[in-house]
């Protein structure tokens, strides 16, 4: 009854055909069908943030949306930021500044952090702590990832 | 995959999705901007055979002023563009303010009004500031459409007066009186959260004595409220000191909260003294233009 339907994205500029069920979530589509694991899973109810991505540039739950709706979309994950041998500056300055430490949340966590920057490129402090609310971190207490998204502020103007 | 399998529609015309409504009346859901309807799937509270997705209607994504100085916001109107309209943030500052108290940047990337509305959640801040401003829903199926005024649209926790063939299209808000004062505070755990309380009033202001005066509060009853009584006893009225004291104690006697895990009743009940207390104080120094009114940020 809910057979496959054909849809085509774009994620990190590069092309995808892929079939899919209506009930597919964006974030099991990324990973289960594109083999993009970047884009972590957390709470599968919009809690987290672990999962977000950007949709059209901006940042939403990829747990809250369904890979159909994404036809003709463009997805950023984390994967299209930089390579473990060419951070991007924002995850440069993250790991300069100590902002993260088991690392679970950090993608979405960036992909947060590039939306806001985007339309904040001179974000406050408390500005990056609002931004930030929707992100859940159990390990870091939140101060080293504020001070990594100050820091690039300071150094790049917000470039992420 | 969490969510139960589906069929899915996207209609590109609000006719053909009211069509596929009334067809498949009994088992279909409206995906809109799915921040409450897919975590309800996610867990299988929710198993509809069928949702449809009107994301693609255009019609619904209208937002401007009419003729009359009313705001029309479309029902697929998302969060974020009510948070940074200017038109909202000029004509209608209450509502852009209350709007950046939703959840969080990505819920209010795809969370709709419509949505939220629907979804008639008791502590959510858009119910609330259609009770506010006296907004008007307008609702439709393929019989026709109807119009609620938003105090009768509410009708207890999660439940609105919209029928199961029915979608809401968009929303009508008043214009203000002009130079009106406003103010919304919310108390809650953390930024972000569902309020604990909140409260939101509407201040004008004639030759130093309160002309109209709107008062709504929310995560204390089963919807959101207007405090009529606190209202009509301050009309007419110069907005001193002693007099906001007094209003606020009586908002603190109008509501009738629960105890929940959040917060008992009682500190509900002081919440919502606290809350008018403030709104009424900065509602009014805006309403009077007064420097102080400058400062106020809520």
């Known amino acids: ?37 970047g884009t972590h899973v957390g709470c599968e109810h919009g809690v987290c943030g672990a999962c977000t991505v950007l949709v059209d540039g901006h940042s939403v739950r990829a747990c809250l949306m369904f890979a159909i709706q994404c036809d003709g979309a463009a997805i950023e994950t984390v994967e299209g930021l930089g ?58 207490g939140y101060e080293h990832i504020v001070a990594a998204v100050e820091a690039l502020i300071r150094r790049e103007g917000g470039q992420e | ?30 995906l809109a901007g799915g921040q409450s309807l897919v975590p309800l799937l996610n867990f299988r509270m929710l198993r509809p055979a069928m949702l ?91 019989a026709g459409s109807r119009v609620h005024p938003a105090e009768e649209f509410f009708e207890g926790p999660l439940m609105s007066a919209i029928e199961e063939d029915e979608i809401l299209t968009g929303i009508e808000v008043p214009p203000l009186p002009a130079g009106a004062g406003w103010a919304f505070e919310e108390f809650s755990q953390r930024s972000g959260d569902f309020a604990i309380a909140a409260v939101a009033a509407i201040v004008e202001l004639r030759e130093g004595t309160v002309a109209e005066m709107r008062l709504a509060a929310m995560g204390v009853g089963p919807t959101p409220l207007r405090l009529h009584a606190v209202e009509e006893a301050l009309v007419g009225q110069p907005l001193t000191e002693a007099a906001i004291r007094d209003a606020a104690a009586h908002a603190r006697q109008e509501v009738d909260p629960e105890t929940d895990l959040k917060a008992s009743a009682d500190y509900r009940r002081h919440l919502v003294e606290a809350l008018t207390e403030r709104c009424l104080e900065v509602a009014g120094a805006r309403a009077a233009g007064t420097p102080a009114a400058a400062g106020v940020d809520a």
């Open chain 1, 1 to 37: 009854m809910s057979g496959l339907r054909a849809i085509e994205t774009t994620v990190n500029g590069r092309r995808y055909r892929r079939s899919v069920e209506p009930r597919l979530l964006l974030s099991d589509f990324l990973r289960q069908e594109l083999g993009l694991t």
């Open chain 1, 83 to 140: 390579t473990p041998a060419s951070l991007s500056p924002l995850q440069e300055s993250f790991r300069a500044n100590h902002g993260l430490q088991c690392g679970f949340c950090t993608p979405g966590i960036l992909m947060t952090c590039v939306d806001l920057l985007r339309k904040h490129p001179t974000a406050s402090r408390e500005e990056i702590r609002e931004g930030l609310s929707g992100n859940l971190c159990r390990c870091t």
């Open chain 2, 1 to 30: 995959m969490k969510p139960a399998a589906f069929e899915y529609l996207r209609p590109t015309s609000l006719d053909e999705a009211l069509e596929a409504l009334h067809r498949h009346r009994d088992d279909a859901k409206i």
């Open chain 2, 52 to 142: 449809i997705d009107i994301n693609g209607l255009e019609e619904l994504q209208v937002l401007r002023v009419d003729d009359g100085g009313a705001l029309r916001i479309g029902a697929l109107t998302r969060h974020v563009t009510l948070e940074t309209s200017a038109l909202v943030r000029e004509r209608f500052p209450v509502l852009g303010e209350a709007v950046r108290h939703v959840a969080h940047l990505a819920i209010r990337n795809r969370g709709t009004i419509g949505g939220s509305l629907c979804h008639a959640d008791p502590a959510a801040e858009l119910p609330m500031m259609m009770v506010l401003l006296d907004a008007r829903l307008h609702t439709r199926s393929t």
